[in-house]
Structures are given as C-alpha cells and as structure tokens.
C-alpha cells in the first residue's frame, strides 16, 4: 500500500499544488491506517472494504483519540479512496459511505480589546528580541493571519510603503494589509533589531529566531504565553487567539462579513459567521 500512497503524495503536491504540511499530514495518516490494515491481513488497496475501514476507525477510537483527529484521518482516507477510484485503481470506493463522528466545537477564546491591548504594550524596546516580539504581535494581531504564515513570511512578502503582506499556502495566494501600528513596530524591528539578530546570516524569512535561524511554531506559541502572562491574561492564549479577536472585533467594529473572510483566506464564510456571533456575547 506504500506505493499507492506515494503515488497519492505525488498527486496532491504536482496537481492539488498542496502545501507541504497538507501532503505531510495526509501521508502520515494513510501510513498509520496500512498499518493497522496490514495487522489485519489486508495489504493489497483493492482487498479494502468498508467493514475493514470502519474496524480502523473503531480501533482509533478505543486509542481515546479526539474526534477532531479521527475525522481528520477519515478526510485523508476519503482522499486517498476517492483518487484510486478515479485512477481506476480499484473498483469501487470503500470510503464512501463512512461517517465522521460528531464534532462538539468549542468556543474560540476572543480576548476584549483592552486584553488585546494590555499584551500588545508587554513587549517593551530596549532589546532586539523585544522589538522583534512587539512587531510580531503587532502584525498577527493587525492582519489575523495564522502563526505557521506569520514565521514563514519573507522579505519579499512585505510591502512597508502601501502597507500589505502577501500570504501563500500551496498555490493559493492572498494580499491581506496592515495599519499604523503595525507599520510602525515593522519599521522599528527592521531599522534597529533584525540585523542584531541575524548574527551575520542573510535568512529569507522576515522573522527570525534569536540566533538568525528561522522562527518555529513552538517558539512563537512560548513569546506568546510569556506576554499574556505578563499583561495578566488569565485565558489559555494561543496564537490563534490574536486571530479569533482580529475576526470578531472587525466584525464588531461594522466590518463586512466577506472582506474578514477574505483575509482569514478561508474558503467559506461559515467562520466568519461564527465570529459575529461570539462577538456580540463580549
């Protein structure tokens, strides 16, 4: 079953122009449902049946795993299934009728915008880090982009003079701009604290990590839970706060529905919906 999936990798990266993590995700999902298929005997894709894909997924189950996570795998297997059919690969799709368990969603934290405010001024500017720090705040919260786009902007992605940044996953690619604030803690970082912390290097990234090197998610996700500690923010803060409240307090503010969900880039405005209504709960 390896070189099917392989061959599926090959096809979301080179026709789907899936990003990386996507082709990723889906590869180690399909990985761990052969290898449970494998156990049970079935090694051949065409031996797949239903009744043997529904024992997967009651073995993940009894393995206590999250719905969210079980109805991420069954989105892959469905992929994976549905391309060996159109292939031809096999005679029919065994996926098809499958169910993915209910998902209870819970409430987005949204900070208030005294919250916001209160973490955005913790950032102080006496040292390279901290000057780097407020501008990443700064702009996660002007724009409500996603941290894993936030560390992988290049220089190239920024333009200072018109006031945007360029986002990109995979082939899809959206404009999404900045104001003041964000402008002036950008021009800060990029005139006192980016070549202090580039330590001799000439990195593409805009944000880098202490030593010059490229800023990981984990790294980011810590910046944060240490300013939201400081400004007192008793709330779980994750960097996907900054953009729940981004949504909801554009949305608040008398901001069109379609024009936030445009610069979240989701592909619907169900979210964004979703927003407008836990931002008149504040």
């Known amino acids: 079953m390896t070189e099917e999936i392989k061959a599926f990798a090959g096809y979301l990266r080179d026709v789907k122009k899936t990003s990386k993590n996507t082709e990723i995700s889906y590869q180690r999902d399909l990985m761990q449902m052969a290898a449970f298929l494998e156990e049970c005997g079935i090694r051949d894709v065409g031996k797949v049946t239903r009744t043997s894909l529904n024992s997967y997924v ?4 009894r393995e206590g795993k999250a719905a969210s996570t079980i109805s991420r795998e069954l989105a892959s297997i469905k992929a994976f299934f549905g391309y060996l059919f159109r292939e ?7 996926s098809q009728l499958l169910r993915a368990p209910r998902i209870e969603k819970k409430a987005p934290v949204i900070l208030s915008v005294s919250q916001v405010n209160d973490l955005l001024r ?3 500017s006496s040292s390279p880090k901290e000057i780097r720090d407020k501008a990443m705040l700064e702009l996660l919260y002007a724009t409500g982009i996603r941290v894993s786009e936030l560390i992988h ?5 920024l333009n200072m003079q018109v006031g945007y940044i360029t986002c990109r996953d995979g082939s899809k690619e959206r404009m999404v701009p900045f104001g003041k604030p964000a402008k002036k803690a950008l021009s800060l970082y990029l005139e006192q604290s980016r070549r202090k912390l580039l330590k001799g290097k000439e990195p593409e990234w805009l944000f880098t990590n202490c030593s010059g090197g490229a800023m990981s998610r984990q790294g980011f996700w810590k910046i944060i839970k240490h300013y939201g500690e400081k400004a007192g923010i008793h709330e779980d803060i994750t960097p996907h706060t900054l953009r729940h409240s981004f949504a909801a307090h554009l949305i608040r503010g008398g901001a069109d529905i379609h024009a936030v969900q445009a610069m979240l880039g989701h592909a619907d405005s169900t979210t964004a919906q979703m927003y407008a209504v836990y931002s008149r709960r504040q």
Not at 88 to 94: E, F, K, L
Not at 153 to 157: F, H, R
Request: aromatic share 0%; charged share 30%.
């Open 58 to 61: 009651l073995h993940l189950e």
């Open 88 to 94: 031809g690969r096999i005679p029919r799709d065994p």
């Open 122 to 124: 913790q950032p102080g």
């Open 153 to 157: 902007l290049k220089m190239s992605d």
